[in-house]
């Protein structure tokens, strides 16, 4: 019998992933414009939320970023606009959709990080807000860093097993 349970320890995902040091030689090899280019930078553009103890019951929304750069929630027949804090903060993620960057896109990005009022470009690239629960979690050392500082933040996943508290 095939037991499936619901991960409910917490997982930080960044609006911006830089996935550069996972690439091998061979995919760079396959796609010359991304080599000379040496640019993998994803940008969140959707999450799909499960919200309920056990992956048989629940309920489901989304979280969309419009094409001018505005989040809205899509809750079954309302959509209300939110904020990526709003989107980061969401325990209950389930599902995260990223598109590429293109290369004007994220010259523009580094152009913020470098013109920025006076905040370190770690912290405006550091897309995990802070928790308001004192729930534990893990993190991951950053794998790389590219020349916009854009952070990688993963978590390890831990079995918890204990009721969510809202």
Do not use: M
Not at 31 to 55: D, M, P, R, S
Not at 83 to 95: M, S
Not at 126 to 141: C, G, L, Q, V
């Amino acid at each position: 019998v095939k037991v499936v349970r619901k991960i409910k320890q917490l997982i930080s995902y960044p609006e911006l992933l830089d996935l550069s040091s996972f690439i091998t030689p061979e995919a760079l090899q396959s796609n010359e414009e991304n080599h000379k280019f040496n640019k993998f930078i994803y940008q969140l553009n959707a999450v799909v939320v499960h919200f309920g103890e056990t992956v048989n019951s629940g309920h489901i929304f989304s979280y969309i970023r419009s094409p001018d750069n505005l989040w809205y929630k899509a809750d079954d027949a309302s959509i209300t606009k939110t904020n990526l804090n709003n989107v980061l903060a969401d325990n209950d993620a389930y599902i995260l959709c990223y598109s590429k960057l293109a290369k004007n896109e994220v010259i523009l990005r580094e152009t913020e990080v470098y013109t920025a009022c006076k905040e370190p470009s770690r912290l405006l690239f550091s897309s995990t807000p802070i928790r308001p629960d004192d729930r534990a979690y893990t993190n991951i050392e950053d794998r790389a860093t590219t020349r916009a500082n854009v952070l990688l933040n993963i978590s390890g996943f831990v079995e918890d097993d204990s009721p969510k508290q809202n």
